[in-house]
């Protein structure tokens, strides 16, 4: 029920004069309570860490940008050839010709891809090289006028545990969003988007990291690229604290290829390899490791004098070497074998861990280019 103020007026007089109470109507009123003027609370100056994170902020935000791609598609009616979106993700400028560098599954299956700077300024980007292997792809775009500052590059062999990483990224089409966090673990690995191999020494953090955030950087607190945001664990697809990002170190080492050659050409030992048929014959052998099955003519592993299996005439399997280890790291897979020779240039020498008929033993290898 609604009431107006006369007749709230009125009902309140009588409850007065029933109770023997007698005030005028500016005694009623004025008995309110009143609405008290409120001032702003000076803050003060910000914490030294906020302003830390500001700067940091606005230096680097100029050195990311917004991906988002679409599919070229031929309407069946009208025979027209439309853009369709596909998705959004995020980059960071690598050099002042304009490359780009983001995550590989951001423009994969790709047929446009568009790179929108921190200014406002839209780009057709053009893809100059991909490494499914590492999940990691340059672009490039005509930058006609001022070319955004290219983000300053940091090392990952010396990241601690427990120092604060920053991660700039566009969730969910939200454009240059910051998040911070802490290093929570590092190597960790992931299998690569071919499935032949593992990408190793990944970061992980718990900076929020969504869908969106891909191929962007993971900063250090100086300001320097440490990582690129690839990838997280989350049951529902959401965030849930567990952020993975390539180190930076990988990426030193395949980018340049990719933007001379179009390419990542890993090193390799010369020798052929198949993961179903290694478990096979290393559990057949009750040993873990990987199987030679094959040595290529004129290869680094033949010239090192590696044995591949045999098969009998009967049809037996007489095994060959089997590598244990690189270095003195272990390796019980092929893909953990790629992953321990994507760590070394071609051209690099090496110490194999070998078992070969019972006997361990070393045998060093000068690796050589994957054909």
């Known amino acids: 029920m609604r009431f107006n103020r006369t007749f709230g007026t009125g009902l309140l007089l009588g409850i007065l004069g029933m109770t023997g109470l007698t005030l ?38 100029e050195s990311v940008v917004y991906i988002s791609t679409s599919e070229l598609v031929r309407d069946l009616w009208s ?16 050099d002042d010709a304009g490359h780009v560098v983001t995550n590989y599954h951001v423009v994969e299956d790709a047929s446009v891809a568009t790179v929108k700077l921190a200014d406002g300024r839209d780009y057709r980007a053009v893809l100059v090289g991909a490494s499914p292997l590492h999940d990691i792809a340059v672009l490039k775009i005509g930058v006609d006028l001022k070319v955004p500052r290219a983000v300053p590059i940091g090392t990952s062999a010396d990241l601690k545990v427990g120092q604060k990483v920053f991660a700039i990224g566009n969730p969910f089409g ?20 071919d499935r032949r191999g593992a990408i190793e020494h990944l970061i992980q953090s718990d900076a929020a990291i969504n869908p969106g955030n891909s191929g962007g950087p993971l900063l250090d607190s100086a300001g320097r690229l440490i990582g690129i945001n690839t990838s997280i664990y989350s049951p529902s697809g959401a965030s849930a604290g567990i952020g993975f990002s390539i180190p930076v170190d990988t990426v030193m080492r395949v980018v340049p290829q990719l933007i001379h050659k179009g390419r990542y050409t890993r090193a390799s030992l010369g020798i052929q390899l198949d993961e179903d048929v290694n478990r096979r014959v290393t559990d057949a052998m009750g040993v873990e490791g990987v199987a030679v099955l094959r040595v290529t003519r004129g290869s680094s592993a033949q ?4 044995q591949a299996l045999q098969v009998s005439r009967g049809g037996e399997i007489i095994a060959g070497d089997v590598i244990t280890g690189i ?14 020779l994507d760590d070394y240039a071609i051209g690099s020498k090496v110490t194999l861990d070998v078992l070969r008929q019972g006997r361990r033993m070393k045998i060093s290898v000068t690796l050589q280019a994957e054909n």
């Open 24 to 61: 005028t109507i500016q005694q009623c009123w004025s008995a309110a309570p009143r609405i008290a003027d409120r001032t702003v609370t000076p803050r003060g100056e910000l914490a030294a860490d906020e302003k830390s994170t500001i700067a940091l902020f606005e230096r680097s935000r």
């Open 79 to 94: 025979r027209n050839v439309m853009e369709v979106p596909q998705g959004t993700g995020s980059g960071f400028i690598w």
């Open 174 to 193: 939200l454009d240059w969003t910051l998040t911070t966090g802490i290093v929570s673990a590092l190597d960790r690995s992931l299998p690569a988007e």
């Open 303 to 306: 010239q090192a004098g590696l």
């Open 327 to 340: 270095n003195g790291r272990p390796v019980e897979s092929v893909a953990r074998l790629r992953a321990r």
